[in-house]
């Protein structure tokens, strides 16, 4: 990968990398992928001299990018080992959470319900040269089930329930990782083996919604 980021940012990354390893961030690929990611061209120019806070912030049309604590948090709960699998993403976003993946999976699918954002965040990740990630319009709640099964399945939004679709697209020994609820939300990991799906609680958090269908 031969991302364009300036010495500026680099150091920001840096930082902000170090607060995630205060925080109890501890894979150091996941460490070296939040230092090395230009976050600011993923915000509104108006925020960018935020975007290196360990926060989250709007990026239009009623979505958010999620706070770097959290996108290192369930990055690290799904990444086994750098190499060639493939993960899912629902919820493209503004293509941060799918910048980080990129550089720690083989193959990154990426599903967008609003045409905008997924347009928006194509562009940017081809400007820092990130070209093993595949994007798809359409409803979150369906998975793209002609390209799993997948390594991993990363959701950044909440959903009211676990949607059965998405694990039926994990492969044996593959981990689903989603916020689940409504005004009470919890990530949870969930982990496949063969037909029986382990459950297990990480923390409560706070996401938009997963709406199903789509939106131009």
């Known amino acids: 990968m031969t991302q364009r980021i300036s010495g500026?940012?680099?150091?920001?990354?840096?930082?902000?990398?170090?607060?995630?390893?205060?925080?109890?961030?501890?894979?150091?690929?996941?460490?070296?992928?939040?230092?090395?990611?230009?976050?600011?061209?993923?915000?509104?120019?108006?925020?960018?001299?935020?975007?290196?806070?360990?926060?989250?912030?709007?990026?239009?049309?009623?979505?958010?990018?999620?706070?770097?604590?959290i996108v290192a948090k369930m990055t690290e709960l799904i990444l086994e080992q750098q190499g060639n699998e493939n993960v899912l993403e629902i919820g493209t976003g503004s293509g941060y959470q799918t910048s980080i993946l990129a550089q720690l999976f083989g193959k990154v699918y990426s599903v967008e319900r609003i045409k905008t954002l997924q347009w928006q965040a194509k562009r940017r990740l081809q400007k820092i040269d990130l070209h093993n990630v595949s994007m798809k319009h359409g409803d979150g709640w369906k998975g793209w089930a002609s390209k799993g099964p997948y390594k991993a399945i990363i959701v950044t939004a909440a959903a009211s329930e676990i949607p059965t679709e998405l694990l039926n697209q994990l492969s044996d020994g593959g981990k689903l990782i989603i916020p689940v609820g409504e005004q009470a939300q919890v990530l949870k990991l969930i982990t496949r083996q063969g037909d029986n799906f382990i459950k297990q609680r990480i923390e409560a958090v706070k996401f938009v919604p997963l709406v199903p269908g789509d939106l131009l």
């Open 8 to 69: 500026k940012s680099q150091r920001s990354g840096e930082i902000l990398a170090q607060q995630l390893y205060n925080s109890g961030i501890r894979n150091n690929a996941v460490l070296h992928a939040i230092a090395n990611s230009p976050r600011h061209i993923f915000v509104p120019e108006i925020l960018a001299h935020k975007a290196y806070d360990n926060t989250a912030l709007p990026i239009g049309q009623g979505q958010t990018i999620s706070q770097p604590y």
